[in-house]
């Protein structure tokens, strides 16, 4: 359902499947293949922590007040990315581009980017945080920007089930609604850290405009190099993309394409400096009207539509990207 879901159970339960399985849920299946009932909004992201990725000028202020290394959180940049920083930019870059349902699994995610462990609260001072974990901030997104959140653990997810909506719990393979029995337990907020409401607005209304000049598929004599030898790595030009974060990527052939609508993209449409989510826009428009055909000159059978949200995750970790100026 839509709103705040907690999925409990441990690695052994089922759940590391069951968040598999919704977030492959956004693609079409074939009936009675055993996923009728795993079902997402095509709009639904799997978020997870990256380590050492590029950010470019994103917006992390909604969880990060303050960098100990002095970078400015409302426009974060850095070549190297911490896991918690990484989480918290490719949260912001995915609702950025529009997503309306985001998955996360411990499994996955930083610890401390999810929750704070309330029973320390005492021994802290709120002025001394630097990071305001997601548990806080979930229940500002969902009912300000209207996007539903599902998180999924054993030991990481406390914190949620005051503001969840739904709780289910897993075990041996089975989903059960343990709702009612989860806020019996009356789990209290970790009333230390205060969330200013009008940090979760610039999550979804900045923009963030690319300089043409930072993608460049070029390699040697050749004008555009892109590649693909397998589903987690990309090609493109002198540069080889780590996706491994990008769990949502069914087939190598979706990331070959990817790196041409990245080519595609800086052919047509980067002749001067555009929002990312404009031109996004513009190529899912072409793709629809006429086809996967448009990116190529060559007659292809080997493509596969990738969709908005990969294919901006991709344009936001390669190293050479810039950002001339954020808009609202």
Not at 41 to 49: S, W
Not at 209 to 232: K, T
Not at 281 to 309: F, H, I, K, N
Request: charged share 25%.
């Amino acid at each position: 359902p839509s709103g705040i879901t907690v999925i409990l159970g441990d690695a052994y339960s089922g759940r590391p499947e069951l968040m598999k399985a919704l977030a492959a849920g956004i693609y079409n299946h074939i009936p009675d293949d055993g996923r009728d009932y795993v079902v997402s909004v095509p709009d639904t992201v799997y978020v997870a922590a990256e380590e050492r990725r590029s950010v470019q000028r994103v917006d992390i202020s909604a969880f990060v007040r303050k960098n100990p290394a002095g970078r400015d959180v409302k426009q974060y940049t850095v070549a190297h990315a911490d896991p918690c920083a990484a989480q918290a930019a490719a949260t912001a870059e995915a609702l950025e581009i529009g997503a309306r349902a985001l998955l996360f699994d411990e499994a996955d995610s930083n610890s401390g980017f999810l929750c704070l462990d309330s029973r320390l609260k005492g021994l802290s001072s709120s002025t001394d945080l630097h990071f305001i974990p997601l548990s806080v901030r979930a229940h500002q997104i969902a009912d300000e920007l209207g996007v539903s959140i599902v998180v999924a653990g054993a030991s990481s997810v406390t914190e949620f089930i005051p503001v969840a909506d739904t709780v289910l719990r897993i075990d041996d393979f089975q989903v059960s609604d343990v709702t009612r029995e989860a806020k019996a337990l009356a789990i209290q907020m970790n009333a230390e850290v205060p969330a200013d409401r009008n940090d979760v607005s610039g999550l979804a209304e900045r923009s963030r405009w690319v300089v043409p000049s930072s993608i460049d598929p070029s390699q040697g004599r050749y004008d555009a190099v892109v590649d693909a030898p397998s589903v987690e790595v990309l090609h493109f030009g002198s540069r080889d993309l780590d996706l491994r974060g990008l769990a949502q990527l069914a087939d190598r052939h979706q990331t070959s394409t990817i790196g041409l609508v990245l080519h595609y993209a800086k052919m047509r449409y980067m002749d001067e400096g555009r929002p990312i989510r404009e031109i996004l826009d513009l190529v899912d428009r072409d793709l629809s009207t006429e086809g996967l055909e448009c990116l190529s000159r060559e007659l292809r059978g080997d493509l596969a539509r990738p969709r908005r949200y990969e294919i901006a995750a991709a344009l936001n970790r390669l190293p050479t990207l810039r950002i001339s100026r954020v808009s609202t």
